[in-house]
């Protein structure tokens, strides 16, 4: 019973927060609500992300947090003396979520928080973060095109088409994610990203795949290579 009624409270609390926080319209308000650092002691909370109404309220919380970012805004979730970004090292945590919805909101908020002009936020990505997530990210995205890739070669399967279009879109969505970081012209980002990708998905997949192989290739793992026409295709988009 004290488990239901604690799981009732968390999503009440998560509920109340996120309209809150999408209907303030001034400023003032806004700092008055994130002054004492309560929020950020909210967003670091353990809460039981096994439950999925729990999990879909807080990255929605925090995306919705994420829109109220600027200049100003920014220092009561950064902490430049502690070294401590909650919203960004939480939220990220989440960027590879089975349910679509969840991803696509942690990478909305990922985008809000780039775009933010802070030097010194943007040092502590680089430094603490960068590396590891957009190495993860690309990971995930190779994966997905593997995956995608076997259900190319088996689309005579007429119950695969579904699936196909599905991953499809995914995999478009990916590429607007990267274009949209790159747009945003964080230079010591974009180094860190195009170094991910060049060396974890382009170079090894794409590139790999468009060689044409012999008997004494010594490129072995042929989880690594995708069909020719599947390769062009996906480059083309």
Known sequence: MRQKHGRYICVQVLQTLNILFEN???????????SNNHINNIIVHKFDFNDEEITAYYISFLKTLSLKLNTQSINFFY??????????????????????????AVRTLTLNIYKVPDSAMHRFILDRT???????????I?????DFDRLIRNNQDINNRGRVTCGLEEYLD???????IFLLNVDSLNNVLKDQLMNRLLIPVYVFSLI?????????DPRTKLDQSSALFLLAE
């Open 130 to 140: 960068a590396t590891e997530y957009f190495s993860n990210l690309v990971w995930f």
């Open 24 to 34: 303030i319209r001034h400023e003032t308000s806004l700092y008055y609500l994130l």
């Open 79 to 104: 902490n430049e003396r502690n070294h401590d970004f909650p919203l960004y090292v939480e939220a990220i945590k989440f960027f590879n979520h089975p349910e679509t919805m969840v991803r696509i």
């Open 174 to 180: 990916h590429i607007h994610y990267l274009q949209d």
């Open 142 to 146: 190779r994966t997905h095109i593997l």
């Open 212 to 220: 044409k192989r012999d008997k004494f290739s010594r490129i072995t």
